[in-house]
């Protein structure tokens, strides 16, 4: 049963072009990782936490990367920082910049810059841009955080760790990609 489970979520984020593949793999990680992420919060500062509940509104957009690069494939490779960025800054909103939450501002740029062919750079130029954009404007138009804690070093932390080992599975999975095109 589980190696079925396994081989269907296998299949449903491979796709024939490498760079598509490789998003759909990671957005399936950070959408399978998602419901932990409010268990995390409650665990540090309790029930203050209840708005990380709302972040999972950002998963279907996640899980739909593989299925929209399988008919547009810049568009599911476009999906993935596009997400990610609208994720962080709804979540900036929910926790404050105090939380450390735009750290996963990171990430979208690298997958702004890795996911997209060189021809597709003018197109991609725009998806790369949007991380660094929100960084500047999200902290000035977002007004007060919806939950409001005094344990910001302990969420600091967390999104550190967190967003430091997307980049490492970024990392991974790249060099597994290289890999298998050397000769």
């Not at 072009?17 to 959408?31: F, N």
């Not at 404007?137 to 409001?148: I, K, R, S, Y």
């Not at 980049?167 to 095109?181: D, F, K, V, Y």
Request: hydrophobic share 55%; glycine share 6%; with cysteine.
């Amino acid at each position: 049963m589980i190696k079925t489970i396994a081989a269907w979520i296998g299949s449903y984020a491979d796709h024939p072009e490498p760079r598509s593949a490789l998003a759909g793999k990671i957005a399936l990680v950070v959408a399978s990782n998602q419901p932990f992420y409010p268990l995390y919060l409650y665990w540090i500062v309790g029930t203050a936490a209840w708005p990380a509940w709302l972040s999972l509104l950002s998963t279907p957009f996640f899980l739909a990367v593989p299925a929209l690069a399988k008919r547009h494939s810049f568009a599911g490779r476009a999906l993935l920082p596009l997400a990610g960025v609208g994720n962080t800054v709804f979540c900036v909103k929910l926790f404050g910049a105090s939380s450390g939450v735009e750290l996963f501002l990171f990430p979208c740029a690298l997958l702004g810059t890795i996911l997209f062919r060189p021809d597709e750079r003018p197109k991609a130029a725009i998806v790369a841009a949007l991380p660094f954009i929100a960084y500047l404007f999200v902290d000035a138009h977002l007004g007060q955080p919806v939950m409001m804690t005094s344990d910001y070093a302990r969420l600091v932390a967390l999104n550190g760790m967190s967003v430091a080992a997307l980049i490492a599975l970024i990392g991974l999975l790249c060099s597994t990609l290289l890999a298998a095109r050397e000769v």
